[in-house]
């Protein structure tokens, strides 16, 4: 019922990490291990959900797309073996699925950028080393937000984290992160200024049938409990499996796990197939 001390997270994170996990969708030329999204997906959907949430590669990929061979040189290998924890600050009370809404500022000062702005329901906010922050940097031609990813240190641009007490998913480390003026260096910024949208979108296509079967395995793993109960469980002298409205209610719930696997599945094998996937 409690969130994992760091180092038990820790240790979660390097054995997912021995398997290839952190670093999935980078090509092993580049040092990943460079997984279809479909194995990743059957990966992961194997996964409790506390190693669900501390195996992800989800930040990996996004310093990799865009980030300099310097800044994956600096952040990668560290992210990727599990001794640094970071995380991705993207939604805000207003804003998150859609990138237009953040409002999170980071204004140039010289050799850094002055952050200030709020993020919330991050994963790892509790327990990251450093944060993958998506902000607003100047407007573009037609008024509308220039949108930059920065690498905040806590380390040498300090944050406040507060954590958020959920109803479940405990062992994400969910929490809220507060910015106020803090300064980051200029050459923390990943990618070019305007890419985060894409990379974003491009991270997302995957992320999500991946939650989905998260969802599929704790699903599973309910059904599987509930079946057990309606074999045990006896009223008015039968087992209450026995009942055909008991079955029907199984039944239904089985076909709603399967759908929804096979759902995420072929997400996974659309983005393989360089197909759409939306």
């Known amino acids: 019922d ?6 038990a997270a820790r240790q ?3 054995i997912g990490a021995r398997q290839g996990l952190t670093s999935a969708r980078i090509p092993e030329k580049d040092g990943g291990s460079g997984m279809s999204a479909m194995t990743l997906g059957l990966m992961m959907e194997q996964l409790p959900v506390a190693a669900f949430f501390m195996c992800g590669d989800a930040v990996s990929t996004r310093i990799y797309l865009g980030g300099t061979p310097e800044q994956r040189e600096r952040y990668l290998p560290g992210i990727i073996s599990g001794d640094i924890f970071a995380s991705s600050g993207i939604t805000e009370t207003a804003g998150g699925s859609d990138p237009r809404g953040i409002r999170t500022k980071a204004v140039p000062d010289g050799d850094h950028m002055i952050v200030n702005g709020h993020k919330i329901w991050v994963s790892g906010a509790t327990t990251s080393d450093m944060i993958l922050l998506t902000a607003v940097s100047g407007k573009d031609d037609k008024g509308r937000g ?5 690498m905040v ?4 641009s300090p944050y406040i984290r507060k954590g958020i007490r959920t109803l479940g998913l405990r062992q994400g480390h ?3 992160l ?3 003026d803090c300064r980051v260096p200029k050459r923390n910024i990943i990618g070019e200024p305007g890419d985060a949208s894409r990379v974003l979108a491009e991270t ?5 049938p991946l939650f989905g079967l998260m969802a599929v395995n704790m699903a599973q793993k309910a059904f599987e409990a509930a079946q057990t109960y309606a074999g045990e469980r006896v009223v008015f002298g039968r087992k209450i499996g026995g009942f055909q409205l008991v079955q029907k209610l199984l039944a ?6 399967t759908t929804s696997r096979l759902l995420c599945y072929y997400a996974l094998s659309c983005i393989d197939n360089k197909q759409n996937a939306n």
């Open 204 to 208: 997302w296509l995957v992320q999500r």
């Open 12 to 14: 979660i994170k390097r």
């Open 174 to 176: 969910i929490g809220e």
């Open 178 to 180: 507060f910015f106020d």
């Open 2 to 7: 409690t969130p994992l001390p760091k180092e």
């Open 153 to 156: 240190e806590e380390s040498e």
């Open 146 to 150: 220039i949108l930059i990813r920065i």
């Open 252 to 257: 239904d719930i089985s076909t709603a796990i």
